[in-house]
């Protein structure tokens, strides 16, 4: 079957399409991401801009168009924070849904923790217990688990876009807007630390595409020299120190210029990077390693696996709870193995 995704962020809109195959593998066709910024000018107030939401009902029709294109089976439509935060988030939603015939969902916070992991875990790979952090324009999850189980995840309104909104006017950065920012990120992040504290891992990933790129611009920053090739981008907190300092008093045409950063994310850079910051040394988490995968794949992966789970109901009966609210405690060694060698087929040219 020809599965689609849609995946409407505060920053960024991401359409992914391909075949679904018996073989539970999913080949890629088709991948587009538009920068929309649905969340601009709203997100201090707590409601999407006509504007905003224009810039993006345009961007979603030619999406839409591109499903019928391609005579999609099955399309996966989600929301996340600017949406789900916004009072008017439910309206936008009935909107797309009414207008384009797309079936848009807003989905929780906690279920964007969720399927978020099910997409590091997919393509990471991990075996060891493992904490993720996932930063995007909205909100921010944190995800602690392994393979048998999701043991902790929470989402909170800390995202890039949303802190840049409310707390920078200034290029460069005034001191007091920076205080003001850090002095904010460490109160919001204090009680999720304390949660974490009671959790163990022996690993920390970041996903998303804005911390991917502060870690590898803390990586050329600090002159380990080019990033070669897939090879994941390692970062000690140290060096994402120094890039924070130096972002603190750049100026946005500095930071255009700033190697591994997207010029379109400048504004975004030091609000993720304190936010990185404040969270590894609360943690006390010393490297923090970059992962691919996102909600994006973890809807193919929740979607292949409750396919399953209504035509093999056996297989399904020691779920964990890291594959959806009904799951048990164990996983069959099958689909371990399954989940371990990878459901999705990452495409060779990506």
């Not at 999407?48 to 391609?70: D, I, M, W």
């Not at 393979?147 to 290029?171: N, Q, T």
């Not at 930071?255 to 990185?276: N, S």
């Amino acid at each position: 079957m020809t599965f689609g995704i849609i995946d409407v962020g505060t920053n960024s809109i991401h359409l992914l399409i391909g075949i679904l195959g018996l073989n539970g593998k999913f080949h890629v066709l088709l991948k587009e991401r538009d920068l929309t910024r649905l969340g601009a000018g709203g997100l201090a107030r707590g409601r999407l801009t006509e504007k905003a939401c224009r810039r993006a009902e345009k961007v979603l029709a030619g999406y839409a168009a591109t499903l019928r294109r391609f005579g999609v089976d099955h399309v996966e439509a989600v929301a996340t924070s600017a949406v789900r935060e916004a009072a008017n988030g439910l309206d936008f939603a009935w909107r797309i849904r009414k207008r384009l015939g797309l079936p848009l969902r807003v989905i929780s916070g906690r279920e964007e923790a969720r399927l978020i992991y099910l997409g590091v875990l997919q393509v990471a790979r991990f075996t060891r217990s493992t904490v993720i952090i996932s930063l995007g324009g909205g909100s921010i999850e944190v995800m602690v688990g392994d393979v048998r189980r999701l043991h902790f995840a929470v989402s909170r309104p800390l995202g890039c876009a949303r802190l840049a909104e409310r707390f920078i006017r200034y290029d460069p950065v005034r001191p007091e807007e920076l205080e003001a920012l850090q002095r904010e990120v460490r109160r919001a992040w204090a009680p999720i630390v304390q949660a974490l504290r009671r959790h163990r891992w022996q690993q920390a990933l970041g996903s998303s595409a804005t911390i991917q790129q502060v870690l590898t611009a803390a990586h050329l920053f600090a002159r380990h020299g080019s990033v070669k090739g897939k090879r994941p981008v390692i970062v000690s907190r140290q060096s994402l120190r120094r890039l924070v300092q130096w972002l603190a008093t750049s100026t946005a045409a500095q930071r255009t210029k700033l190697p591994g950063l997207d010029p379109r994310r400048q504004d975004l850079a030091l609000p993720t990077g304190v936010v990185l910051l404040a969270w590894m040394e609360g943690c006390g988490i010393e490297r923090i390693q970059h992962a691919p995968g996102s909600l994006r794949e973890g809807l193919v992966v929740d979607y292949l696996i409750r396919h399953h789970r209504r035509r093999s109901r056996h297989v399904f009966d020691a779920i964990t709870d890291v594959l959806g609210p009904n799951g048990h405690n164990g996983l069959t060694g099958t689909w371990r193995k399954r989940i371990m060698q990878g459901i999705l087929e990452r495409p060779k040219s990506s």
